[in-house]
C-alpha cells in the first residue's frame, strides 16, 4: 500500500462561540470521489464512503481525529505536531465536505491561528494509505483504502506532486497486518541523483515505470 496525500486549496475560516468561548474553525471540502484530481489519481465515491463511515465512528465520533501542520512522511499521527481537530466529514454529492476546530492551545496550533490572523491562504491535505491500480488513464484507488486524517493543514498548497519528489523522500509505506513499516526505496533514489543531465529525462522515465511495475 502507498502513502496517498492529496491537498485541496481552498478552505473557510470560522468562528463560533459555544459556552462563552470562541472556537476557530477551518471549513471546506476535505475529499472529492469520481474524478481525475491532478495528482491523475481517482478514487471512487463508494470507496470513500466506506472510509468516511469508519473514521467518522472510530475518530471524529471519539475526538480523537487529529490533523497536523505540514506534510508529515508517514501516515501516523505525531500528537506533537497536532494542530487541529476533525469534527465534522460529511457527503455532498461526490465531494465529502469537512471542519476541524483549531486547537489553539497546542504549539503548532498556535502557528495555524496566527498564520490566519495575518491573511494567510491555507490548504488542507488529506492523508491515507492505499493500493492504485491503472484505469482509464487514471491510477485508481482500491477498496483497501484507509483514511489516516482526513485533513493536514498546509500552509503551501501548491507543494510539487511530482513522482520524482516522491522518490527522493526514500519512503514508500506499507500496512501490514495492521502494522506500518517502511520499505526501503533507495535504488531508485540513487538513479535519480547520479544521473547525468543529458539522461535525467530517460532515467526519471525508467524509474518512473518500474515503479508503476510494482502498483
Known sequence: MKLICEVNEEVKYL???KNG??????????????IKNRNGRMYPKDVLQKEVNRYNKEYIDKNRAYGELGHPQGPTINLERVS????????DGSNFVGKAKIMT????GQIV???????????VSSRGMGSLKQK?????????FYL??????VADPSAPNAFVNGVMESKEWIWDNGIIR???????????????KSELENVKLKVFENFLSKL
Not at 487541529?84 to 457527503?91: D, P, V
Not at 482509464?136 to 483497501?144: I, K, L, P
Not at 517502511?182 to 547525468?196: F, G, N, P
Open 15 to 17: 468562528e463560533e462561540e
Open 21 to 34: 468561548k470562541k472556537g476557530l474553525y477551518i471549513e471546506g471540502i476535505f475529499m472529492q470521489g469520481d
Open 84 to 91: 487541529h481537530m476533525i469534527t465534522q466529514l460529511q457527503q
Open 105 to 108: 492551545n497546542t504549539p503548532y
Open 113 to 123: 491561528k496566527s498564520l490566519i490572523d495575518e491573511g494567510a491562504q491555507l490548504g
Open 136 to 144: 482509464n488513464g487514471a491510477n485508481e484507488v482500491q477498496g483497501d
Open 148 to 153: 489516516a486524517t482526513a485533513a493536514d493543514i
Open 182 to 196: 517502511e520499505a526501503d526505496i533507495a535504488d531508485m533514489q540513487k538513479e535519480v541523483k547520479t544521473a547525468s
